[in-house]
């Protein structure tokens, strides 16, 4: 059997061989704990760790001392979204952030509703952007923070962040973004877009998993967020913890490889993308989701109507490795609240894929996914009534159907 084709990118990234090779030292030659500055091991791990701050730094435009070291964009997320909350309730408990957001943030949205504050979620259309007037529209007196997401998991669908920073920017009013399927992907300045946080982590990157950042901006305006783990002071007294020198060496390798190699791997990627969009496009009733503009170049979210996702799945899961659009939760399979909140109906929603390539992707994988999922599409529909019924000019939205 060929080896398993890996399209779920957006899920996690393989670490590069070469992000694996600049770790190594780390673990026992070079095994020092960066906070011991008595003796020469700790202080070749604390060298290390800077020189690692520096290359993240560099690969988004900051400053290597805006770079807060976190287990991951999770940490990174709840750090920033409490910290705001906490160090800035003087000043306002609102925040707005979107329907589409990574649980990550939403889940900790709901946390800070029931610690007293105020969210507001705005809703997306049906390219899953947000509308700039009505983020206008929500900000309040007591607005401390926006969050938007940079890049949307599921689609690639990326928002304007720019013109985001600049209706902050009039209100005095602080964003975060979650750019974790962005950093190390496309360009992203910091600085030029006028974000005030931001969080991303090593394992989408081609880095390790269990090392993140958040990235905290110190001038213009300097912010401050209150930690929420207490302990030695580490990370200028915002996340204490012993700091995992071999992650946080890999994830700044992994940050100079994609800052160097990010222009070509992003036309590679995006034509291969386009010729598995193309191929599917040939099979009938299949729609993209998400905005075909402003989207990443390797991430593309395909419904094939009157196919079942997970059943689709299965005819070809020993060879390719994708993700469905819905998410088991509790014991029922819920469709994809991203795809619903685009304005997917449970069919369309329940029947898309979502395809993330990577760099050790190839062309050759491309077409043999190609084959495979296509003909998983006809091997499914073969066996559908409904699609019989399709076929046969049938008006499915007229039948009344009885649920079991």
Known sequence: MKELIYLDNNATTPTDPR???????Y????????????????????????????????LIGASEKEIIFT???????NLALKGVFEMYARKGNHIITATTEHK?????????????????????????????????????KNTILVSIMFAN??????????????????????????????????????????IHLMAFTGHKMYGPKGVGALYVCRKNPRVKVTAQLDGGGHERGMRSGTLNVPAIVGFGKAAELCMNEMEAESKRLSALRDKLEK???????????????NRMPHVTNISFKHVEGEGLMMTFNQNVAVSSGSACTSASLE???VLKALGLGDDLAHSSIRFSLGRFTTEEEIDRALKLVSDGVQHMRDLSPIWEMYK??????AVEWTEH
């Not at 800070?112 to 900000?139: P, R, S």
Request: glycine fraction near 10%; aromatic fraction near 6%.
């Open 71 to 77: 287990s991951g964009a999770t940490e990174a997320d």
């Open 27 to 58: 673990f026992f030659e070079k095994h020092g704990n960066a906070a011991s500055r008595s003796h020469q091991l700790g202080w070749e791990a604390e060298e290390a760790v800077d020189y690692a701050r520096e290359q993240i730094g560099n």
């Open 335 to 337: 469709p994809s609240y």
């Open 19 to 25: 992000v694996v090779d600049a770790m190594l030292p």
């Open 392 to 397: 046969e000019g049938v008006d499915l939205d």
């Open 104 to 140: 990550a943030v939403l889940d900790t949205c709901k946390k800070i509703e029931k610690l007293g504050g105020e969210v507001t979620y705005l809703e997306v259309n049906d390219k899953g952007l947000i509308d700039l007037e009505e983020l206008k529209a929500a900000i309040k």
């Open 279 to 293: 191929g599917y496009s040939e099979l009938e009733e299949v729609y993209i989701n998400g905005s075909t503009e």
């Open 153 to 194: 998991n599921e689609t690639g669908t990326i928002q304007p962040m720019k013109a985001i920073s600049e209706i902050c920017e009039a209100n005095g009013v602080l964003l975060f973004s979650d750019a974790t399927q962005a950093v190390g992907k496309i360009p992203v300045n910091v600085k030029e877009l006028g």
